[in-house]
């Protein structure tokens, strides 16, 4: 009762129908932007239109060739070094253990590591996450969106006495202003201390909307670049974190698939000379079974497990169903990856096999793990080397494997991304090839394990 009808569509010939052929007719809707209007305010997920396709447009520049290989490679390698630091430390000291190795949760891990990247991509600041820094702001930041997970497909008056009556409540008004502290003041420093020719020479996403103005010649307002800097943070943070989760996870109970990824991971390094932590941008784009991997952990568990859109108009799917204007038809990837008749026989299975044949990916309206047609995700490319730089350095220097003491990771069910239930991934981590009071590779000094 008090929600809107909503049609769930598996078939690709549907999802590519509201995705791009009929790909105005479906948006947003009312009950979308209402609920996340606080968090997401006029950012390019809460909006249709012309403001979806402003920011579209600007935000693409971001995602230049150039872009990729001199910026965000240096910023990912950075922020690759001190998670293997981190990691290295936590199997250092725990090599003189009963089991020689560490317990590590990864899910929080990675959740700071993508935190860092993002932040200097979309805003040009270190957060500092992976060494504990800026800590309101990342249990701000994760408190209000496990919060809003839980609201958003509720009915309005339960949503309302939740924000208004609860002790929960009252701790996400509290994490939003936090947040958006935050946030305005590192936009405010930026536009108060930062030259046109040092935001030029920046590349981040904040500076290209600074040194841009709106439709009608005006610079973008406080609030305006408030929401882009928040939706960008939460389109690279969670949806990377999850996804490398999700790919450890199925590597530590896939040994065979992880020694395979471990030979081309250290074959690369070879290759390259390099004895340190870093690769190239050409090396990690030609690492064809991780790109393989990263597809079918994606087809297993794409970071958004189900996407509705609200239909503006009636309308007939291609199938023949009719839609009443004000619906949603929501399609799910989590499912379509689980079909056989898109699949094949046992496609629950993990397979990275089904794409290295060839190194084409699915196609986006049967794999529909970064959207499609003109709203396909910008970062996928990013998320992609991203992936593969981070799971390349840990996999040739750590072995992966289940921790007696700990059950397998449960995805949470009905939240807006496949995340993990309770404490998340936690694994057991040795060196590589190394024996019991062997020492590993040296993890330095800095950065601990985020508990």
């Not at 709106?214 to 960008?232: A, K």
């Amino acid at each position: 009762m008090f929600r809107p009808r909503v049609y769930v569509i598996l078939s690709p010939e549907n999802v590519e129908y509201i995705l791009k052929t009929n790909f105005l007719n479906y948006g947003k809707g009312p009950l979308f932007r209402s609920r996340m209007q606080e968090l997401l305010g006029e950012g390019i997920f809460n909006v249709d239109g012309s403001r979806w396709y402003e920011q579209r447009k600007i935000s693409s520049h971001l995602f230049s060739h150039r872009n990729f290989k001199q910026r965000m490679l240096t910023t990912i390698n950075k922020d690759v070094t001190t998670l293997v630091r981190i990691v290295g430390q936590a199997v250092d000291k725990a090599k003189s253990s009963t089991s020689g190795a560490a317990e590590i949760n990864f899910s929080r891990l990675f959740a700071r590591y993508t935190l860092d990247a993002i932040g200097e991509i979309a805003f040009g600041k270190d957060v500092g996450a992976l060494r504990g820094e800026s800590e309101d702001f990342v249990t701000s930041f994760d408190y209000i969106q496990s919060f809003l997970n839980d609201l958003v497909l509720k009915p309005p008056g339960y949503a309302f006495y939740c924000r208004q009556f609860t002790p929960e409540g009252k701790k996400y008004s509290e994490c939003l202003a936090t947040l958006n502290s935050y946030v305005q003041s590192m936009v405010e420093t930026a536009q108060r201390e930062t030259t046109p020719e040092e935001l030029a020479a920046r590349g981040d996403l904040l500076a290209l909307f600074l040194t841009r103005t709106d439709t009608h010649g005006n610079p973008f307002s406080l609030e305006y670049l408030r929401d882009i800097v928040v939706n960008m943070t939460i389109a690279g943070r969670d949806t990377t974190a999850y996804a490398l989760a999700w790919t450890l996870w199925l590597l530590t109970i896939h040994p065979d698939v992880q020694d395979k990824a471990r030979a081309e991971a250290q074959a690369a390094f070879a290759k390259a000379g390099s004895q340190g932590e870093e690769l190239s941008y050409e090396a990690i784009d030609s690492l064809t079974y991780l790109d393989a991997i990263f597809t079918e952990v994606l087809r297993l568990y794409p970071s958004v497990p189900k996407n509705p859109k609200c239909a503006y108009r009636d309308d007939v799917l291609p199938d023949g169903t009719p839609i009443r204007a004000g619906s949603y038809v929501m399609y799910v990837p989590y499912v379509m990856g689980r079909l056989p008749n898109l699949w094949g026989p046992e496609p629950e299975n993990f397979d990275p096999e089904r794409h290295v044949q060839g190194r084409l990916r699915p196609s986006p309206y049967l794999w529909p793990a970064f959207q499609a047609g003109p709203r396909i995700c910008l970062g996928q490319r990013l998320a992609y080397m991203e992936a593969k730089a981070v799971l390349c350095s840990l996999l040739v220097r750590f072995k992966f494997n289940r921790s007696p003491s700990v059950s397998a990771p449960r995805l949470v069910q009905n939240a807006l991304t496949t995340s993990m239930e309770g404490d998340g991934l936690i694994l057991a981590v040795k060196h590589v090839g190394m024996k019991d009071g062997e020492a590993g590779i040296t993890a330095g000094k800095e950065g601990e394990v985020p508990q």
